[in-house]
């Protein structure tokens, strides 16, 4: 368990409104990631970053934005959401030793 | 194009069956592979991983995994399945600059 939590763990919106979803680990690790999981995707690349202030685009970033001010917390944003959005979000970090990726909870988000 | 595909959405096995899960991958340089698994609801746990070496690698909860190159698979197997090992399975690979992709993932159903 690498200390990752993930807020807020459900939310309901309506399209056209803005939704920040906020990751939160204790570990110190530099890599943050964000993924979004679809029955028959699985989990496709959003947004990642490589240390404060230093992010970069995954696969499927058209929508989001990200934020890291601090280590430990990477925000994600839904400048205006749209039902497609409708996902389960998770966080991630990289134990850079090991090269290995640890994950939140994830956050369930319905656009409505 | 760098992927990885598991062939397989879906399988059911009995409990005390052997299982295999599949998946290949598409990528140049020698791939650092991962097996990850998600139960209902919950975030990817790691089972194992591969960078160099045996082409053999042990995981938890009694998973082992093959690296054949000749093939560009990472097989994932374990001897003997419990009711407990019912979860989505993702095979995942690590790209240059610390991106990871992951496959579609397949569902594992264990009967008594």
């Not at chain 2, 598991?6 to 598409?26: F, K, M």
């Not at chain 2, 990528?27 to 990817?44: C, D, E, K, M, R």
Request: contains cysteine.
């Amino acid at each position: 368990d690498a200390g990752i939590t993930q807020s807020p763990r459900h939310k309901v919106t309506e399209t056209g409104t803005p939704v920040t979803l906020r990751c939160h680990q204790t570990e110190n690790h530099r890599y943050m990631y964000w993924y979004r999981q679809d029955p028959g995707h699985g989990l496709r690349l959003i947004h990642y970053s490589y240390g404060v202030k230093d992010t970069d685009k995954g696969e499927v970033s058209d929508g989001y934005s990200v934020s890291r001010s601090k280590t430990e917390d990477f925000l994600l944003t839904l400048e205006s959401a749209t039902s497609s959005q409708t996902s389960v979000y998770f966080c991630a970090t990289l134990e850079g030793f090991q090269e290995t990726q640890y994950f939140g909870p994830g956050t369930r988000l319905l656009v409505l | 194009a760098q992927s990885v595909t598991q062939p397989d959405i879906h399988i059911t096995v009995s409990e005390g069956a052997s299982l295999e899960l599949r998946c290949n991958y598409s990528y140049g340089a020698t791939p650092y592979l991962f097996w990850y698994v998600q139960s209902p609801g919950q975030g990817l746990q790691l089972l194992l991983k591969y960078f160099s070496g045996d082409t053999l690698v042990q995981g938890i909860k009694g998973f082992e995994a093959e690296f054949k190159r000749s093939q560009s698979s990472f097989n994932l197997r374990k001897p003997s399945v419990h009711w407990s090992d019912a979860a989505e399975y993702f095979c995942a690979v690590r790209l240059t600059g610390n991106q990871f992709y992951f496959g579609t993932g397949t569902s594992l159903t264990v009967i008594p």
